[in-house]
């Protein structure tokens, strides 16, 4: 399974920027040798959630494939990206890298965590990574845009987070239904802050 794609992901759960957000310490060479760094204290790494989350952004992209649960749908991706050539995987790599800058730039230290009891918690969540990952990656012609109106999307995020609130964000369901929803949300978010 060391095909390109797969060794992108690797790479791209790398990144010094990833590593921050969802508490790791940041990469460096011998942590491919010994395994007594760090980084293999973290339960994230060590079952390779770092990778899928990875892998997540480019599979749920594809909602319109989905079904048999999250876990049959990212392989059915697996499957499909052995097709991927080297073109393929340097625009999935360009647009991971620019959509994950955009999303931090926004949020900042914010940037894929749940605001709750008026405050945004500690951590970054699988949820929310979801639903604002995804559909920004729609709009890459208007990063620079969203970025400038950075404060209109945070306030319209904690109103969504209220409205909806938390569970329907990070919820453990993982139905299509409640994956598109999650998307949806923010997809519409994007749509009406670049409207403004």
């Known amino acids: 399974s060391h095909g390109p794609f797969n060794k992108m992901l690797y790479e791209l759960a790398q990144g010094d ?32 959630e770092d990778i899928e989350v990875v892998l997540r952004f480019f599979a749920l992209r594809h909602m319109q494939h989905y079904k048999s649960g999250v876990q049959g749908f990212l392989d059915l991706y697996m499957i499909r ?5 080297q073109e393929d995987i340097a625009f999935l790599s360009s647009l991971f890298y620019s959509t994950l800058n955009c ?5 900042q230290n914010h940037v894929f965590k749940v605001f709750e009891h008026g405050e945004w918690k500690g951590k970054a969540s699988k949820g929310m990574y979801d639903a604002i990952m995804v559909p920004l990656s729609e709009f890459t012609l208007q ?19 209220q409205r909806e609130g938390v569970s329907a964000i990070t919820g453990r ?23 403004s």
Do not use: C, Q
């Open 173 to 195: 369901a993982s139905t299509k239904k409640d994956l598109e929803n999650r998307i949806d949300l923010f997809r519409n978010l994007f749509h009406v802050v670049l409207a």
């Open 103 to 107: 999303a931090y730039a926004i949020y």
């Open 143 to 161: 990063f620079d845009e969203l970025v400038n109106k950075r404060e209109e999307i945070i306030h319209r995020t904690i109103e969504i987070i």
């Open 81 to 85: 990206s052995k097709a991927f050539d």
């Open 17 to 48: 920027l990833f590593r921050d957000i969802w508490g790791l310490p940041r990469f460096v060479p011998e942590e491919l040798t010994d395994h007594k760094r760090p980084i293999y204290r973290s339960a994230f790494f060590k079952t390779m």
